[in-house]
C-alpha cells in the first residue's frame, strides 16, 4: 500500500506469495516487508547497482553466469552473503551460509581422538 501511495507500480497475486515493485526511488526500499518482496529499479549499467548493497543485503542474483563472474568480488565486498543466480536464491547449498552463519556445524558435536603410533 505504501509502495502504491508513493506512485510506485505493484504486481503480486491475491495472496501474500509474492509482490514485486518497481521503483526510481532507493530511498523507499529501505523499509520494506521483508520476505516475498522484490524491488525493480532500472540502472544504466549494472555496476552502478552495487552502490546500494550493505550488510543488509543476503542475496544477490545474477541472470547469467558471465554478470555473475564479473560482478561477485564487488558485490561480496560490500557484505553480501551469498550471489547466485535468478531462481536459486531460495536454494542454499548444504553448508552454506544462512544469513552469514554457518548453521550446519552448530547441530553437530565435534569430537577427537589423537592417536599416537
Known sequence: ????????????????EWTIILTKNFESTKDHPLSRTLYVMEVNDLKEAVKYLDKSTMVVAFSS???????????????????????????FPLGYPQEGKRNLPQLVKWVSADCYV
Open 65 to 91: 553466469h558471465k554478470r555473475l563472474e564479473e560482478l561477485k568480488e564487488d558485490v561480496l565486498l560490500k557484505g553480501v552473503d551469498r550471489v547466485t543466480m535468478v531462481g536459486r536464491m531460495g536454494y
Open 1 to 16: 500500500m505504501m509502495a502504491r501511495f508513493r506512485g510506485e507500480r505493484v504486481f503480486h497475486p491475491d495472496t501474500t
